[in-house]
Structures are given as C-alpha cells and as structure tokens.
C-alpha cells in the first residue's frame, strides 16, 4: 500500500517511519524547501512523546537538538513562587522532557526518513486532493498530480485535508494571547536560573517563561493577552520595536524577564495563538488528519507535538492490525479522540489563566497559589504525560497504562 503523506512538520515524517515500520511505502509532501531547521519558537517534548520516537527508533535525534528539562517553577508579578511541577512522568530512564526548536525537530525528522529510504519531497506544495473510495489523487502546486492508496493530512491547523474530509468543520480559532519568542545569548542571567527548569511569570500584564541552556543562554517567550495582531499591525513595528514594546509590558514584573528581552533577540513575533478545539470527522474515504490537522491544543497544554507523534504510532498500529483500511481508520478515531480532546480543553483552561483578571495582583497569586497546590498538580496532570502508545499488536487505548501507582 502506498501512503501519501502531507506535511513534512512532526507528525508527517513521524507517520511516514511509523507506516513504514508497519509495511506501508510514504511519500512525504512538504510544501517549503528544505529548512536549516533554525526558524521559529522552541518548544517541549513530554515524556509521552519521547516515548512515541522511541517506538519509531528515533528518540535519539533529540539529544544533539535539545537539552533536558524538568521542572516548571510558576511566580507572580512580585516574583513570590506560586507553585513548582515536575513536567511530567518520566520515562524509565529517568528522562522528563526535552526542550528544542520545533523546526531543528522537524529538520532531524525528515533526514531520518530519507536515511531510511523513505521518498521525502520538498518544495511540493499540495493545492488539491480528490478522492475515491479505493484512493487519492493530489494535484501539487507544479500541476503534476500522485496517485496513493492513503492519504495522511498532516499538514498542521489549516489544513487543507481536514476542509477536503469536512469541509464545514470550524477553522482553528485564536486564543486570546499573542505570541513572542526569542533568546538571549552568553548572558549572565542563565546561571542565575535554575537548569533544567522552566521559569514562568504570571506578570501583570504578560506571561513570559524562561529556560536556560546548557551553552549559557536563555530561551524564553512571551504571551500577552488583547485583540489578534493583523498583519498590517505586525509590520507596522520592526522586530526591535516589537521587542522594546515587549520590555516595557514586563517592566513593572520582578525577576529578569524584561532584562532578558531588552538584551535578546526575537525570533518569533506577534504570533496569534490558536487552537482547534473538535473536528468531528477525521477520515473519509482514504483520507484521515492527524496531528494539528485534526486537533490542535494550544501552546499553553505543551503537548501538540507529543500527541502528533502519539497519533503517528496509532494510525500505523491500526492500518497494520485492521482489515480494511476504513476499519483502521476509524479504530485510530476510537483510539485517540477522547484523549485529545481532553487535552486540548486543558489547553484552554492553561491559555486562560494566562490573562489577568479584574483582581488586583495580590488576589491573582492567592488564587494561583491555590490552582497550584489542589488543582493543578503533578498528580492531576499524570494522565497527560504518563501515557504511552503501544506498538504491539492489541486494541490502542486511551488507559493511562504508565501512571505511577496511585495517580
Ligand atoms: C509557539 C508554540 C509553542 C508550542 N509549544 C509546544 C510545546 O512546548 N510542546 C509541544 O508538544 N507542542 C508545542 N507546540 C505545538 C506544536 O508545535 C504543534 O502541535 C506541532 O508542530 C504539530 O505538528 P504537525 O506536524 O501536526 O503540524 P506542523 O508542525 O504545523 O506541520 C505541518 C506541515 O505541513 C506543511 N504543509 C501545510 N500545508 C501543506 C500543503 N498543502 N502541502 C504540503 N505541505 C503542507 C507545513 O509547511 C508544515 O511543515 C507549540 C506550538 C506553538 C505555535
């Protein structure tokens, strides 16, 4: 069976190693050239989708890329700790997490594939798909059209194979909070912070997180919460205005947030946050979305690259243990909708309880000091992360089969 996969991001290249360690020949379509893997945010990988490259035989691609990390360290604007959470069940190795940029993530992927003979095109833009029910037929932007058996849509939040499947299904919607992030290089502040450790800021009028590196510079990013920025006001600033008007909404913040941003540099600007709450078909025909394709949780949850990777496993596991094809596709539905759906309502809470209230500072910490200690916390959050897919044969389910005793 020949697969087509659409998007070379997370989840294309990890669904191409995984169909083709369940007996299915990928072609991987990406729209951009090859990357150098240096554009855009830096972001987590939970030990739920560390465990899914391990699956895949991939895990170790993320050592060279990222640097462990641990813990999540939240305070308030006047820098008093509101609470502190492992980032989640560790592996048996002891691994949490791994903090890297996405695209390097995306980069080591895609070479992965190819080393293993899989056929990964880039600059192959796909601008239309038809369907029937024994194939597909995609159109690439060159005119030239592929024939397969399958077609993956993993091709992220705008997904052209979710408005093909379901064309009436609701477009990702904006969250609230715009987006920033850049680093600040060789700076003293990154032995001042902790290693392996998140710092985040409730700050009176940003959230801002900070992560050192083992090389002595901090990542970090910044929320702030108003109105999406159009595109016309993106351009209106430069990057260094971006950044100065950054520092100044984390000024009045304790701690080194608007030192590490005046000093920084940004590669990430006036990003509107988004996420794509419940598409109610994933498949049709040969056709089925995976990953931000068909539920994308908001940065906030830390857990949209790791349930892409998750979904890679379990669409390969059902096409390889089911009949047909539309009996894999709608065992990999049953297998993974309740999970993800649930993840991506925690996203919102998590977005949400970024934007300052009405209540005055003071109030805010007591109340998060409170979320943190009875609500949110290592326990109530194990389901999350402590999940593993399987690769061998038998039903895929949503157990939480890796939570330590008790949770
Ligand atoms: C700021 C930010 C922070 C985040 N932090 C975290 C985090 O800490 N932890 C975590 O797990 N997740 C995080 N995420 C989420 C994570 O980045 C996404 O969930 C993940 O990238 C989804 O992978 P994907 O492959 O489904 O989609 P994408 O990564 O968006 O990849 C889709 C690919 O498809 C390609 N494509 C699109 N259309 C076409 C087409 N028509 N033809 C061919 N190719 C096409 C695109 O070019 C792209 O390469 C974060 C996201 C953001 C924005």
Request: aromatic share 6%.
């Amino acid at each position: 069976m020949k697969a087509l996969v659409v998007g070379g991001g997370i989840a294309g290249p990890a669904a191409a190693l995984a169909l083709q360690q369940a007996g299915i020949e990928p072609v991987v379509l990406e729209a951009w050239p090859r990357s150098d893997g240096e554009a855009g945010s830096w972001f987590t990988l939970a030990s739920n989708g560390l465990h899914a490259l391990d699956l895949l035989g991939a895990r170790h691609l993320v050592a060279p890329i990222g640097f462990p990390s641990e813990r999540n360290v939240m305070v308030g604007a006047t820098g008093r700790v509101l609470g502190t959470m492992s980032l989640g069940v560790p592996l048996d190795d002891g691994t949490v997490a791994v903090t890297m940029k996405r695209s390097r993530l995306a980069a080591a992927l895609l070479d992965e594939a190819g080393r293993r003979g899989i056929d990964v095109r880039h600059d192959s833009r796909v601008v239309h798909v038809a369907s029937r029910p024994d194939g597909v037929t995609v159109t690439l932007e060159d005119g030239s059209t592929l024939e397969g058996d399958l077609l993956v849509g993993a091709d992220g939040v705008r997904s052209l194979v979710r408005r093909t499947i379901h064309p009436e299904a609701a477009p990702a919607r904006y969250v609230g909070l715009t987006n920033f992030g850049g680093i600040t290089e060789a700076t003293s502040i990154a032995g001042a912070l902790p290693a392996r450790e998140w710092h985040f800021v409730f700050g009176s009028r940003a959230f801002f997180g900070a992560h050192p590196t083992p090389d002595g510079d901090v990542v970090w990013f910044v929320n702030v919460p108003g109105p999406a920025i159009t595109p016309a006001e993106r351009a209106a600033r430069t990057p260094e205005q971006w950044r100065d008007h950054l520092e100044g909404l984390l000024a009045a913040d304790a701690g080194p947030a608007a030192d590490l941003v005046r000093s920084g540099r940004l590669e990430l600007w006036a990003d509107n946050t988004q996420d794509l709450p419940r598409v109610a078909r994933w498949h049709r025909d040969r056709m089925v979305v995976i990953g931000d394709a068909a539920h994308a949780p908001s940065p906030s949850s830390g857990q949209g690259a790791a349930l892409a990777l998750e979904d890679a496993v379990v669409l390969a596991t059902c096409l390889r243990d089911a009949g047909t094809v539309e009996e894999a596709l709608t065992a990999y539905d049953t297998a993974r909708r309740a999970r993800v759906e649930r993840i991506v309502a925690a996203g919102a809470r998590s977005s949400s309880s970024k934007i300052p209230g009405r209540a005055g500072r003071a109030v805010r910490d007591a109340m998060m000091r409170l979320v943190f200690r009875f609500v949110v916390t290592e326990r109530s959050s194990a389901w999350i992360t402590g999940h593993r897919v399987r690769w061998e044969p038998g039903e895929q389910t949503a157990e939480e089969s890796a939570l330590p005793s008790g949770a």
